[in-house]
């Protein structure tokens, strides 16, 4: 890769992480649901009057909208607002990567080989050291939710790799007009009318600000410039900047945030980040196709049909 290319993917992976503490912030301006409602509807517009139409069929873009923007998203919020913290949750929704490979080989026969076994049982010792560092400092619950949202983020990877969309940024767009109406409805039903007015009614720069990154930023931006080098490079050259975002993850929360990061912490970051390192940049045995590996902010890799047949990544839009 080129000097400026690798620069823009340090620079993905550094907007992703970051924003993690971002929804952390907007998460005191909004409710979660309602948040995530209009992070999606920010993204969608204008930019889907500027993309043209879906290059893949509308079950695809359903389908990843609800299983991303609705389930994964909508979880994750919930998570971190219910006092899951951001370095945390950049770290464990990583383990997404071995959802998608157990989901690739019930779904589409996608048979691991050895070393893919080997990174999932290493990256789980990683997430079982992460939940006994949370358990005994943190709500078990909001962890819990952050796993639930990155074993849907493998339903949306699984769902990506079947649509094989031939334009990233186009998909991404499209997927992101699914989720604003029922995260709308279910922000309704479950945090009432009255939370969306006050937060409407007390929104400040600090609120807009966290709603254009997430929106923007670590979406349009990130979603865009990740498919653009997945356009020039194969997604084996691209995937393993994913693993840089839980470190921005964590590093921008504990100097923004003041989160600390214990020592059992760093010891399941090692375990799960090199597990997911195994897992996403091997070749699933016999099948030929791997399932994508993990990048970072909040929905899948984009994946282009050049990259189909090679490692790829989801990102955490968080």
């Not at 873009?61 to 006092?83: E, H, P």
């Not at 969306?196 to 930023?217: E, F, I, M």
């Not at 020039?232 to 975002?245: E, N």
Request: glycine content about 12%; charged content about 10%; overall charge positive.
């Amino acid at each position: 890769m080129r000097p400026a290319h690798i620069a823009l993917a340090v620079l993905v992976a550094a907007v992703w992480g970051v924003n993690f503490v971002v929804i952390e912030v907007g998460l005191d301006h909004f409710p979660p649901l309602l948040f995530s409602a209009l992070r999606f509807l920010v993204a969608a517009l204008p930019a889907v009057f500027l993309v043209g139409r879906p290059k893949v069929g509308w079950k695809w873009i359903v389908g990843v909208g609800l299983a991303l923007g609705v389930a994964k998203f909508g979880l994750l919020f919930i998570g971190m607002d219910q006092g899951m913290p951001a370095g945390l949750s950049s770290l464990v929704l990583q383990i997404q990567a071995v959802f998608t490979a157990l989901i690739a080989a019930a779904v589409l026969a996608e048979r691991p080989g050895r070393q893919r076994v080997v990174g999932m049982a290493v990256a789980l010792c990683g997430i079982a050291l992460a939940a006994v560092n949370e358990g005994a400092s943190g709500p078990v619950l909001a962890f819990v939710l952050v796993i639930a949202a990155a074993a849907c983020w493998g339903v949306s990877n699984v769902l990506t790799r079947k649509a094989a969309p031939p334009d990233a940024l186009n998909f991404m767009v499209w997927v992101c007009t699914v989720p604003v109406l029922p995260l709308l409805g279910l922000s309704l039903l479950f945090e009432g009318p009255q939370a969306g007015l006050d937060a409407v009614r007390g929104l400040d720069w600090g609120g807009v600000g966290a709603l254009v990154y997430v929106a923007w930023g670590a979406t349009v931006f990130g979603f865009g410039a990740w498919g653009y080098l997945l356009r020039r490079y194969p997604a084996s050259s691209v995937a393993p900047f994913s693993l840089l975002v839980p470190v921005f993850g964590m590093s921008s929360a504990a100097l923004l945030l003041g989160e600390e990061v214990t020592a059992l912490g760093w010891a399941a970051a090692v375990l799960l980040v090199g597990g997911i390192a195994l897992t996403s940049l091997s070749r699933a045995g016999g099948s030929g196709a791997p399932a994508p590996a993990p990048a970072a902010q909040a929905t899948p890799l984009p994946q282009d049909a050049s990259a189909s047949r090679t490692p790829s990544s989801a990102t955490s839009v968080g």
